[in-house]
């Protein structure tokens, strides 16, 4: 279904193998200096601790990049320098409307989004994903990041 410019993601929890819980982790600055698979490219301890806290949940999990939108985290990527908090309020729309068409692909059957991504990352994103009957939730919402790798730190394996 489109609604304006922007595709509708459906959830259907009644299809047989609904994907159900989807973590959309965001990217980070630093970055390995090589093409590699996009859960090895980002090397903070953020992102190495929010790594394994979605991979222990067993769920599917995407990373949320400012350069190529949805990201598998099997995909090869290259390093970039590009940041949402660096882009204006309208690129952003335009990057989330991207993004949106991407989950609309990869991830039409999901019921539940876990965001471990900072507001930027979520603000065109969240609204979008209730309007379609998905459950958004955003456990460390409002920590900083010494508390965030705390919280990372108390709840992954």
Partial sequence: MRVGSISILRARPEAAGAVGTVYLVSCVSKKRLAPSRARDLYVSDWFKKA????????????????????????????PYEKTLNAMSVGER????????????????QVTRAVFLAGERYR??????LKSCSIT?????????????????DKNAP
Avoid: N
């Fill in 123 to 128: 603000e065109f994103l969240t609204d979008h």
């Fill in 136 to 152: 958004v939730e955003i456990p460390m919402q409002g920590l900083g990041i010494g508390k965030q790798l705390s919280w990372l």
């Fill in 93 to 108: 729309r335009q990057w989330a409307r991207k993004v949106i068409a991407q989950m609309e692909e990869a991830m039409p």
């Fill in 51 to 78: 790594r394994r806290y979605v991979e222990a949940s067993g769920c599917a999990w995407f990373i949320l990049s400012a350069e190529y939108g949805l990201v598998r985290p099997d995909e090869v990527i290259t």
